[in-house]
């Protein structure tokens, strides 16, 4: 089955995210990282008057990928469930069949296949829903739910 994705390029590494999950893409916005964030999680942008929280996912695919100084042609990709991915590049939009992946070739099964590229090699198609484990989406709506607080202090005074 033909579906569309959205190119995105981390590194040297092109990721393909169902379009489906894809609520906008973004030019990189002010991040507020208050201390304490777990390496993931590089802080939180202000939307509609509200705080979104910013992952690395090369850091959730690569535990041990040290987070690199952010590039200002970087891209915040919204995802529909409300969290932005902070990306190199948005590169393009692409349609096709997603490939099998070799087995033990995904962390979290969050990588679930490849995207045969036009221009040339492959993405890896991820699994927006597969990102984070069940406490990590936990841990992550609780700091959310901190920052709008703090938030609102600031603005209260």
Do not use: K, Y
């Not at 948005?90 to 221009?119: F, K, Q, R």
């Amino acid at each position: 089955m033909t579906a569309s994705f959205l190119i995105l390029r981390i590194g040297d590494t092109r990721l393909a995210l169902p379009m489906a999950a894809v609520r906008e893409v973004l030019p990189l916005l002010p991040i507020d990282a208050p201390p304490g964030l777990p390496r993931p999680l590089l802080g939180f942008v202000t939307l509609q008057g509200r705080p979104v929280p910013v992952l690395a996912p090369r850091v959730l695919l690569d535990p041990q990928h040290a987070p690199a100084a952010i590039d200002l042609s970087a891209h915040l990709v919204r995802l529909r469930d409300d969290i932005c991915l902070l990306v190199d590049r948005a590169e393009d939009v692409a349609s096709g069949v997603v490939g099998p992946l070799a087995p033990g070739h995904s962390l979290n099964a969050a990588i679930v296949g490849e995207l045969p590229l036009a221009t040339s090699g492959i993405a890896h198609v991820v699994a927006p829903d597969r990102l984070l484990l069940d406490g990590e989406r936990a841990a992550l709506a609780v700091l959310t739910a901190a920052a709008a607080e703090r938030r609102d202090q600031w603005s209260a005074a």
